[in-house]
């Protein structure tokens, strides 16, 4: 298992940049998958990147492709993501999450989750 902690949540302008983090607890870190979502007030938790174990594949809705850039570093047991070209309707409580490959999908079957950190992007 793993213990997964979110930061680098923060306000900023639109059109602006965060690069957020997570970081991950215990050794096995690197044969995990690691995906990021958010959920915004009032609407559903909602698929926002993915990365495979090795960090070889990302996957992405269509709605962030372009601007957000999904990547890990599993020598320091850490995932990030760089959030570029910000829009208001990004604003959201994101989450990263893990999986052990073949258990899930790239969207769905993440098994362990952060408690999130609050990215707001004002007009």
């Known amino acids: 298992q793993v213990q997964l902690v979110e930061s680098g949540g923060g306000l900023v302008q639109a059109g602006g940049s965060l690069r957020l983090s997570c970081a991950a607890s215990g050794r096995t870190f690197s044969t995990y998958a690691m995906a990021w979502f958010r959920q915004a007030t009032g609407k559903e938790r909602e698929f926002v990147a993915a990365?495979?174990?090795?960090?070889?594949?990302?996957y992405y809705p269509d709605f962030v492709k372009g601007r957000f850039t999904i990547s890990r570093d599993n020598a320091k047991n850490t995932m990030y993501l760089q959030m570029n070209s910000l829009k208001p309707e990004d604003t959201a409580v994101y989450y990263c999450a893990a999986r052990r490959p073949g258990v899930g999908s790239v969207r769905e079957g993440y098994e362990y989750w952060g408690q999130g950190t609050q990215v707001t992007v004002s007009s």
């Open positions: 990365i495979s174990w090795s960090g070889n594949s990302s």
